[in-house]
């Protein structure tokens, strides 16, 4: 079975700080998908970010970095220089990668809740 | 370009009711996911759709049933609705197995 642990409930930051989102996964699939989601107060879940299990290069998009380590099962975002608008709760997601008839589920974590204050 | 979108934005039920809830999916998207998300909890995966049928099903009673239509849009189902059914419902849509992308939600509440 998948899992997706974010242990951090709530990171309070003043803008401009740096912020990182810690995200630990467990599956026995050789390949998946992790992802990144953001959720502001309106509700509708944003896509941000996802990485194949096969590609651990990390890159930076704008703001936003990841660091993908499969050797420790770990998926962390990082928002840098911080704003307001980025305000909102996190979640990290992983998917299998598997046949195209099996479906392709997403598996969340609990969500970490980020508040930038100015 | 008409991202996914949902209806009803809200919705008051009371308990042993039967609720709808719709969904059109993203431009060009073929496959569509529902999630139940609780207060304060991430999203749960209910069902997914693809070629109006079911392919894939979450941990979830039979009382949740859906439904896909030939245009691609959806509906979920909730028949004889508990206090515990309360939380916002989530339609995502993709192409095939690509990345989902999510409408605003319902709400529903059941009093």
């Known amino acids: 079975a998948q899992k997706v642990t974010q242990a951090q409930t709530e990171i309070s930051v003043v803008e401009k700080e740096d912020v990182t989102l810690d995200c630990v996964y467990e599956?026995?699939?050789?390949?998946?998908?992790l992802f990144w989601y953001k959720q502001p107060p309106s509700g509708e879940l944003v896509f941000l970010i996802r990485r194949n299990s096969f590609d651990e290069q990390n890159e930076i998009s704008g703001r936003y970095s990841w660091n993908f380590q499969k050797s420790t099962s770990s998926f962390n975002f990082t928002i840098t220089a911080s704003q307001v608008v980025d305000s909102a709760v996190y979640f990290c997601a992983l998917s299998e990668v598997g046949a195209w008839a099996a479906g392709n589920k997403l598996t969340f974590g609990g969500g970490t809740r980020v508040l930038v204050k100015p | 370009d008409a991202g996914v979108t949902q209806s009803p934005t809200h919705l008051i039920k009371t308990r042993g009711q039967q609720v709808t809830l719709r969904c059109s999916p993203k431009?060009?998207?073929?496959?569509v996911s529902w999630y139940q998300q609780a207060l304060g909890q991430g999203p749960q995966f209910i069902f997914q759709?693809?070629?109006?049928?079911?392919?894939q099903r979450g941990n979830f009673p039979d009382r949740f049933s859906g439904h896909q239509f030939p245009n691609y849009s959806s509906e979920l189902n909730v028949n004889a609705l508990l206090l515990g059914d309360s939380a916002l419902y989530l339609c995502a849509s993709s192409f095939g197995t690509e990345t989902q992308y999510f409408g605003p939600g319902t709400r529903l509440l059941v009093l």
């Open positions: 431009s060009g998207h073929d496959t």
């Open positions: 759709y693809y070629e109006e049928e079911e392919r």
């Open positions: 599956t026995r699939d050789t390949t998946y998908y």
